[in-house]
């Protein structure tokens, strides 16, 4: 801008640049959003906590919260509660159901296994164990049903399994439920994103019992929201914690070849995009580009946001990552993998990357992890390998594939793959931003 200034233009020129500019900016800014637009990514979209409930709401948090210890003092002279519904939770995994039956070939659907608060007292009871509102956390709400969702953690209680496993109820992997999930079901995503949010909160809970600051014990408030250190000295908030990862799909000067990374961890002929957290002190872009050349020695100029995803199916001690989704456009192409951190990363066409996408058979996948929670729910679970059902109709294994729609990797590659995100407005505004820089 100030090489602009000081190059003789006379001030009409400069204020008739800027305002295309601003307007060139205004247009491609709409057109991108409508570019990019589609349902949101796995975890996110939760149904029950699309907004928070007004204080003097009955189903807010405090209001929910009051109700909740009527209800568990039997209060019968208290005013009449909303109905309560419980999820717990055993080692990280939600309780589950599966509507499928024997001798039907349609695909079975797993539901989340809500179970109501006097039931869920009453379980913990046969137990010795008494139910307080301490061990319940506010998930969110639904003012049609007239009703308030809570998660609850009952890890140590052993026999609960058998007890619930009568009913046909169990608890399953979160990350199967996600494999299991149809992502074009809104309503079965909804539920999914109800367990993300549920598994993040109670893991968080779990490993933040202790203030950070003085060391005494952290206690639930507002309807276990977030912690408060017991000791009246210091009384220190604590909040949920919140991981963010920056996500990148590496795109060559020629925006024809995608930069792909395989780690040790992934299934036999996974290739994903390249991912890192973010450090303190620094920008979103910022990382991405750190990242990038420490992982791989790809220099990166251009980083444009994508999208963002939720993922609580990282460790326990990590519960709650945000995935930050971007393109980085290399501003080199020579590859030095980092094996501390990657197997391998290579340059993809274009043409390879579609065909990873075609030959993938994620419906398959989807189809045999519900088959999976169906058996586990009626006591007959059966080892499968899901990387397996990733084939071409000869049979033979695919030579590669990404991940599936469930995650924001999938995405990124496949809108790289089937639209350039540079083209139309987007290659204008690239344009302009270059010509500014020459000025």
């Not at 208290?78 to 589950?96: D, E, T």
């Not at 506010?138 to 009703?147: H, P, T, V």
């Not at 989704?325 to 501390?340: M, P, Q, T």
Request: with cysteine.
């Amino acid at each position: 801008m100030l090489s602009l200034l000081s190059s003789g233009q006379p001030p009409i020129a400069i204020f008739n640049f800027f305002s295309k500019t601003r307007t060139l900016t205004r247009t491609i800014s709409s057109r991108s959003v409508m570019s990019i637009s589609f349902k949101p990514h796995a975890f996110a979209g939760n149904p029950i906590r699309s907004q928070t409930p007004k204080p003097h709401d009955p189903l807010s948090p405090s209001s929910a919260f009051e109700s909740l210890k009527a209800q568990l003092l039997q209060h019968h002279d208290s005013p009449i509660s909303p109905n309560s519904k419980v999820l717990p939770f055993r080692k990280g995994r939600p309780l589950a159901t599966s509507s499928g039956c024997e001798g039907d070939d349609s695909v079975p659907n797993w539901h989340l296994g809500w179970i109501s608060l006097d039931d869920c007292k009453g379980i913990l009871a046969k137990e010795g164990v008494q139910l307080t509102e301490e061990s319940l956390v506010y998930l969110g709400s639904r003012s049609e049903e007239d009703a308030v969702y809570w998660a609850i953690d009952v890890s140590e209680q052993n026999e609960l399994v058998s007890e619930l496993g009568g009913r046909q109820l169990c608890f399953v992997e979160l990350r199967t439920l996600m494999v299991a999930t149809d992502w074009a079901n809104s309503v079965a995503m909804g539920e999914l994103a109800i367990a993300g949010h549920a598994r993040a909160m109670l893991e968080w809970h779990d490993t933040a019992r202790f203030c950070g600051h003085c060391g005494g014990k952290a206690v639930p408030m507002e309807a276990g929201r977030r912690k408060q250190c017991s000791n009246e000295l210091c009384k220190k908030r604590i909040y949920p914690r919140v991981d963010p990862v920056v996500i990148m799909l590496v795109i060559d000067r020629e925006n024809d070849r995608a930069l792909l990374s395989r780690q040790s961890r992934f299934v036999p002929r996974m290739w994903s995009c390249l991912s890192g957290f973010i450090e303190p002190g620094e920008s979103l872009e910022e990382a991405v580009r750190r990242e990038t050349y420490e992982e791989t020695g790809i220099e990166v100029g251009d980083v444009v946001y994508h999208s963002s995803q939720p993922w609580p199916v990282g460790p326990s001690n990590m519960p709650c990552q945000l995935m930050v989704g971007f393109f980085a456009y290399a501003k080199s192409l020579e590859i030095n993998v980092d094996k501390a951190e990657l197997e391998d990363a290579q340059w993809h066409s274009r043409e390879d990357v579609k065909k990873a996408l075609t030959v993938a058979e994620y419906e398959k996948a989807q189809k045999t992890a519900a088959a999976k929670v169906n058996q586990i729910c009626k006591g007959v679970e059966k080892v499968q390998n899901f990387s397996a059902d990733y084939s071409v109709e000869s049979g033979e294994l695919a030579p590669m594939f990404i991940p599936g729609p469930f995650a924001i990797a999938h995405h990124l590659i496949s809108t790289w793959a089937h639209g350039d995100p540079l083209t139309g407005a987007g290659a204008q505004l690239k344009q302009l931003s270059c010509s500014i820089s020459n000025l």
